[in-house]
């Protein structure tokens, strides 16, 4: 499932496994947990220079294609003027050493590349190279109720594997549609952060299906791909703050009504395949709670779904918990 996604939103190290529970039957988080232990899976910068959760092999491959996204975001932030006085690829070379003796904070880093460049923000000599190099974060953190420091070493150290320099931009484009189509160039654009898609689109365009919305845009997808009816219903989902369902796609109105939209990237409660509202669970002595906040009034049997749901996620997230209990707010 997280290659099919091809990636899934990990700035909140939690956030990968309420999107894998609420895609997977049967999930359980110490599978995912294991293999972040096992490094078969790592968490680090790539679409749109965001810290997904990808396998490893995917990110061996994808990391080399999105070189440029990173160094553009990197060039609009106040770390590059910081430093474009300095010699890169010297100060790259410096926090690879660094990364590979050991994983560290960038805090730790940036006091340590400080001794070589006084004067310069630390911060921001630490910001340059976790842009720029391939870094991933290591375990603990991003472990399932565990947290661990934002140390990072670069995906050969932590792997022992090299990236894939050759990999291609056109599978790339196929892949995302497999998990994303129908879907307009703009839309992989959003998704990755990647320039030149019209280009890459135009060679492989005969090997694609094309729709056409009701705003004239065009939609691309794979030949092969079933168009689900409108009428088949769409059980609730419990999405978490971050998910590529939401953020993968330049036109976001698919899952909006009019009028309703995120007070705040919480978890968010699709109903019918709509956002319908945000969610947040807390954890503490009196048990687990689950506290739905409906923005858009939903029908008697919509929102039984949606608690009964609510109910399953903390059954299986939070066995241990002393007491559960599921709240709802807002329209009823």
Request: aromatic share 6%.
């Amino acid at each position: 499932m997280i290659e099919h996604v091809f990636g899934m939103q990990a700035q909140n190290p939690h956030d990968p496994y309420f999107a894998l529970w609420s895609r997977l039957r049967n999930f359980a988080a110490s599978d995912l947990s294991a293999m972040i232990e096992d490094r078969q899976a790592v968490r680090g910068p790539l679409m749109r220079a965001t810290i997904h959760l990808v396998t490893t092999a995917d990110f061996l491959s994808l990391r080399p294609q999105l070189q440029t996204v990173c160094a553009r975001t990197l060039g609009s932030t106040a770390f590059a003027k910081d430093t474009e006085h300095l010699d890169r690829e010297t100060l790259l070379e410096a926090g690879r050493s660094l990364l590979e003796d050991q994983s560290m904070t960038r805090a730790e880093l940036g006091r340590l590349l400080e001794g070589r460049w006084p004067g310069v923000p630390p911060n921001s000599l630490a910001q340059v190279v976790t842009y720029l190099l391939p870094v991933v974060q290591v375990p603990p953190r991003g472990l399932w109720q565990q947290s661990g420091p934002a140390a990072w070493t670069t995906i050969e150290r932590h792997t022992g594997s090299e990236l894939v320099i050759e990999s291609s931009v056109e599978d790339t484009v196929r892949r995302y549609l497999a998990a994303f189509g129908p879907a307009s160039i703009s839309d992989v654009r959003a998704w990755s952060g990647l320039p030149g898609l019209r280009d890459i689109v135009k060679e492989i365009r005969p090997q694609l299906r094309s729709y056409t919305d009701d705003k004239g845009v065009e939609l691309l997808d794979l030949p092969e791909a079933t168009l689900i009816d409108a009428d088949v219903p769409s059980p609730p989902r419990f999405l978490p703050e971050y998910d590529n369902v939401l953020l993968g796609h330049s036109d976001r109105s698919r899952f909006f009504l009019e009028g309703i939209v995120p007070s705040g990237w919480r978890g968010n409660l699709l109903i019918d395949g709509l956002f319908s509202g945000a969610w947040k669970v807390s954890n503490g002595k009196a048990g687990a709670l689950l506290e739905i906040d409906l923005k858009r009034k939903a029908t008697r049997s919509e929102l039984q779904a949606a608690v009964e749901e609510a109910e399953r996620l903390l059954t299986v997230a939070y066995a241990g918990a002393t007491g559960r209990e599921v709240t709802v707010l807002g329209p009823g």
